[in-house]
């Protein structure tokens, strides 16, 4: 197995010093993907030059497997050396506010007047100048539902719908106010001066996806990701891979919370009206309590509202339904089972150390090990 190092596409193997173990996939207990700083040393007889932005790619047999941004650099005289700071492709997107202005035209990413989830992902990477393939994820199921519906015969019924993430939509409207106390159009924020604080980065609204919708970015090309389902790949022990470091029990738990379902069953033109004038309050809609100390809070952003299209529905009489239902909690239906109740869960936590591997994306990290050409897996497993 070989490993090399390009710098804006020039060769340093000679020049590189040292380099940390470097991250295959690296994801939070909640699922949501981290962008990890990676330091690597370059000595300062390297030809090429190092600038922010500088673009550092890892190759395994050609592979490649890392492809990273230069975010810091500092010389160090007694080594005679640059200490070199890495982040992921990924960290463009954090460098984007979700507004109208930065997103500019969205037209190539609606789905009649509305987002799909998958299509809102393509737009965040795309406008980065990132390409997204979510071919694996587009029909992923999410939930069955129960739900009432009332036809203009007065006819009450009682079905049930599988719910895919496709199924769903989203406003624009509503997206651009995501994360503010009120709601109201996109130009009425955008002249609010004290809203834009709690404008929320691109990055932020994908990682609560990943983590809502159960799927994660893999990294597969030049600038190039493409989207898979999370899950709890188990690395089996065998003769290569028998060297296990550790293994433990880490406590997560949350306070309750109280989840108001203020949007429950709210119509898609009773939805355009709060949000295409000014002002309205929604202090109603969701209360998190602090988890307090030694337990973990997870961010919930006020109007990032997902609705269920009536495609999602069965309609057996096909006469003048409610044209979108609002899923209660669809939007977060893992995020509530998981961790909106009060409840206290252990996990397994497995290190596991072996050879270099390039096929586990499904576990908690995956950091590779150039010099000694091994991985260092942590895997978990809630109990």
């Known amino acids: 197995m070989t490993f090399s190092v390009t710098l804006d596409g020039h060769n340093i193997d000679d020049h590189l010093i040292q380099a940390a173990k470097i991250p295959f996939v690296e994801y939070t207990r909640a699922g949501e993907p981290i962008i990890s700083s990676v ?221 108001r379902a203020l949007w429950t069953g709210l119509q898609s033109n009773w939805l355009d009206a709060y949000y295409n004038g000014a002002k309205t309050n929604i202090t109603d809609q969701v209360l998190v309590n602090d988890a307090g100390s030694g337990k973990t809070t997870l961010p919930w952003y006020n109007n990032d509202i997902w609705f269920a299209a009536n495609g999602a529905i069965v309609n057996s009489l096909g006469d003048n339904l409610t044209t979108y239902f609002m899923i209660p909690d669809i939007r977060y239906s893992s995020l509530v089972q998981k961790y909106f109740e009060e409840a206290v869960k252990n996990f397994l936590v497995t290190k596991i150390e072996g050879p270099a591997r390039f096929d586990q994306v499904a576990v908690r990290s995956n950091l590779i090990d150039i010099y000694n050409e091994t991985s260092e897996i942590v895997q978990e497993t809630s109990l």
Request: aromatic fraction near 14%; include cysteine; charge should be negative.
């Open 39 to 259: 330091k690597i040393v370059i000595s300062s007889g390297c030809p090429y030059n190092i600038s922010i932005n500088s673009v550092v790619a890892f190759y395994q047999n050609g592979n490649l497997f890392y492809y990273g941004l230069v975010k810091g650099k500092e010389y160090d005289n007694e080594t005679a050396a640059y200490n070199v700071t890495l982040e992921s492709m990924l960290t463009l997107l954090r460098e984007k506010i979700i507004d109208q202005t930065t997103m500019g035209d969205i037209s190539a990413y609606l789905y009649g007047p509305n987002f799909r989830p998958t299509l809102l992902m393509k737009c965040y990477f795309e406008k980065c100048g990132l390409t997204l393939d979510t071919s694996l994820i587009d029909n992923l199921m999410l939930a069955q539902m129960s739900y009432i519906f009332y036809t203009t015969r007065g006819l009450t019924m009682m079905g049930t719908a599988n719910i895919s993430l496709n199924n769903l939509w989203q406003r624009p409207a509503t997206l651009f106010a995501i994360n503010q106390s009120y709601a109201a159009s996109a130009d009425f924020i955008d002249a609010d001066n004290d809203a834009k604080s709690s404008k929320i980065t691109f990055w932020d609204h994908f990682c609560r996806m990943c983590s809502n919708f159960g799927v994660v970015p893999i990294m597969v090309g030049v600038k190039s990701y493409k989207m898979v389902q999370s899950g709890s790949f188990a690395v089996a022990d065998d003769d290569s891979y028998t060297k296990k470091i550790a293994t433990d029990y880490a406590m997560y738990s949350m306070d309750s919370v109280a989840v």
